[in-house]
């Protein structure tokens, strides 16, 4: 059996996390809406039309933070049209996804939403087809207190508070030549910050994310960040990094997917110190990972101008859940830079929650890893070393066996380990060393892993692929943990240290 080692030291801290490292994302997109959060005719539908199965589970995964309503649905997107009597709301061609939008649910809608399930709103401001002013009525709407026309607006619709929608996208990867209205760099980063000044001018306490590149395949990538940071710097507080992998038949490179998100992320956090650095700056700027996930975009199915069409509906496989958990371990193992991420996206559209028109809900396999750090991670992201066998992959490089990340709550004394074992054939011997964590039990073991690694859950087997609690064992010394992880194996031990 292969032997592993991880050695955890509780004085090497990374940096704090952030809660909304477990962001999520809704977009008027396919079914994630219309039969996805809202059906009025669901036997669950509470007074507003929004599914309480899926809420109940959405609160399981403990979202704090939800980006809405787009996505490339928002730059083609007027937010006016979804607030107000419902009967009297437009109906509009959204050009984003060749659908027709009903606009039954708004931001008022969605707010409601977002505070039935515990989650803040992370909104998204129209820079495609809408100007620097329409997104300065928008804020005022949501945010001002009355006696403005937009904000008195809000009240007559029922909202006499405002809802106080602290975190702005400016945008959506308008560097997209799928984006309605694409801009190039220096045509956003001047529209980006004329719209921000706008905005702060009406809440200045609010926090703003800056359009970065769409993905690492642009061919304006990393120029696009560096020329965009260079007009806001000054006026935003993170910069937006977009990726989704997906497995195209080379096992080894799906695998390794996570070493390409690490490096994504350091060329950025590069591009932000070295704009930092020319603006003679003492800001920092922090990066939001605000869509990421598994999806197979070679598989997109193309649907002409109907209502919620079946769009991007990706079942999930154990195979898939170990991608996805490596790149959660790959955003908390950078939690000193990426304060804020969404997994793209929440319910139907490649998301961990499916569920049947008029029927159940069901948790996909990537349900859990995101439930696991959710839930659990919490504190201070800690450094690993790491001592693990290797594999190579052709189109990222080398990539580890073994991926770990820590986090510890100094006040409670619980240290999380979340590992993930990628060896396509060997269990490992994994000993974990806490030497500097004074009396230390371990409390907790969760293992998901299946024999076949293609096994997904569906509505008829919805519990084929989930976690299964595992042995406890104490130390051998000193704080020396040995345990095995299966192959290709999710994998959540948590401990309880004390002085």
């Known amino acids: ?141 949501t945010n001002f207190p009355g006696q403005t026309t937009w904000s008195d607006l809000r009240k007559t619709h029922g909202y006499e508070k405002p809802h106080d929608i602290k975190v702005w996208c400016l945008g959506n990867e308008m560097d997209g030549d799928w984006q309605t209205c694409q801009l190039d760099a220096d045509a956003y980063g001047k529209k980006a910050r004329q719209t921000a000044k706008i905005m702060r001018w009406v809440d200045p306490a609010i926090e703003l994310v800056a359009c970065g590149s769409s993905t690492t395949l642009q061919k304006t990538y990393p120029e696009w960040d560096r020329i965009v940071l260079e007009h806001v710097y000054n006026e935003v507080n993170y910069l937006s990094l977009h990726r989704y992998y997906e497995n195209e038949g080379n096992l080894n490179d799906f695998l390794a997917s996570s070493t390409d998100m690490n490096d994504f992320i350091h060329t950025i956090t590069s591009l932000c110190d070295y704009v930092k650095a020319k603006h003679r700056s003492k800001k920092q700027l922090m990066l939001s990972f605000d869509e990421w996930n598994v999806w197979y975009q070679k598989d997109q199915v193309e649907h002409d101008w109907e209502i919620a069409p079946t769009l991007i509906e990706d079942r999930y496989s154990m195979l898939d859940a170990l991608v996805f958990g490596s790149m959660m371990i790959t955003l908390l193992n950078n939690a000193d830079r990426v304060k804020m991420a969404c997994l793209a996206q929440l319910v139907n559209v490649i998301a961990p ?126 704080n020396q943990f040995n345990l095995i992880v299966p192959a290709m194996s999710w994998n959540v031990i948590t401990f309880k240290c004390t002085d």
């Open 353 to 478: 929650i499916l569920t049947e028109k008029g029927g159940a809900a069901l948790r996909q396999t990537t349900f859990y890893p995101f439930r696991d750090m959710s839930n659990l991670a919490r504190g201070q992201a800690l450094h690993q070393l790491v001592k693990c066998d290797t594999f190579e992959s052709e189109k990222y490089g080398v990539a580890d066996t073994i991926q770990t990340a820590v986090s510890y709550d100094e006040t409670t004394g619980e240290l999380t380990l979340f590992a993930v074992n990628l060896d396509q054939s060997e269990a490992q011997d994994l000993a974990i060393d806490l030497r500097s964590f004074g009396m230390v039990t371990m409390t907790g073991r969760s293992v998901l892993h299946h024999e076949d690694i293609y096994a997904i859950n569906t509505f008829t087997d919805p519990f084929r692929v989930v976690p299964v609690k595992a042995e406890v064992v104490q130390s051998n010394g000193d």
């Open 1 to 141: 059996m292969k032997k592993a080692r991880v050695i955890i030291d509780r004085d090497y801290q990374i940096g704090r996390i952030d809660e909304r490292l477990f962001g999520s994302f809704i977009e008027h997109l396919g079914r994630a809406v219309y039969t996805g959060i809202y059906e009025p005719d669901h036997p669950t539908a509470d007074e507003q039309g929004f599914r309480q199965d899926v809420i109940e589970l959405v609160r399981e995964l403990n979202v704090p933070i939800v980006r809405y309503p787009g996505g490339n649905f928002v730059s083609g997107y007027n937010w006016t049209d979804g607030i107000g009597p419902k009967e009297q709301r437009p109906t509009r061609l959204d050009y984003a996804w060749k659908s027709i939008e009903t606009n039954h649910v708004g931001i008022n809608e969605f707010a409601d939403w977002c505070k039935k399930v515990g989650s803040q709103v992370m909104a998204a401001v129209n820079l495609g087809t809408g100007t620097e002013q329409e997104a300065g009525y928008m804020i005022e709407y």
